[in-house]
């Protein structure tokens, strides 16, 4: 069983910066695209960012380009999100995923950090 999990989410100023991980683990853990999404109160989860396993661009939904960043550490199993110039309305939970297979949705999804930007 493959196991996503989530760190550094927090409270933060409008304009500061926070730090995600997800970490993966498991024997099975084989993943093809590692991806974030983020769901704020009473809005539909939405994606941020994804970046292939093996190589590849990184891609990113228009209201985050240019102020977040997606990287990997493949030796650690781990995706990272860097948030910069954070807005109030970047405040959600934030969710890791992984997908095994490319073009067949996300297979294992994290249990989510939340993130909260005060103005």
């Known amino acids: 069983q493959v196991q996503l999990v989530e760190s550094g989410g927090g409270l933060v100023q409008a304009g500061g910066s926070l730090r995600l991980s997800c970490a993966g683990s498991?024997?099975?853990?084989?993943?093809?695209?590692m991806g974030w999404f983020r769901q704020a109160p009473g809005k539909e989860c939405e994606f941020v960012a994804a970046i292939p396993w093996s190589g590849g661009s990184p891609y990113y939904a228009d209201s985050v380009k240019g102020r977040f960043t997606i990287s990997r550490d493949n030796a650690k199993n781990t995706v990272y999100l860097q948030m910069n110039r954070l807005k109030p309305e970047d405040t959600a939970v934030y969710y890791c995923?992984?997908?095994?297979?490319?073009?067949?949705?996300?297979?294992?999804w994290g249990q989510g950090t939340q993130v909260t930007v005060s103005s």
């Open positions: 995923a992984s997908a095994t297979r490319l073009g067949a949705g996300y297979d294992y």
């Open positions: 498991g024997r099975t853990f084989n993943t093809q695209l």
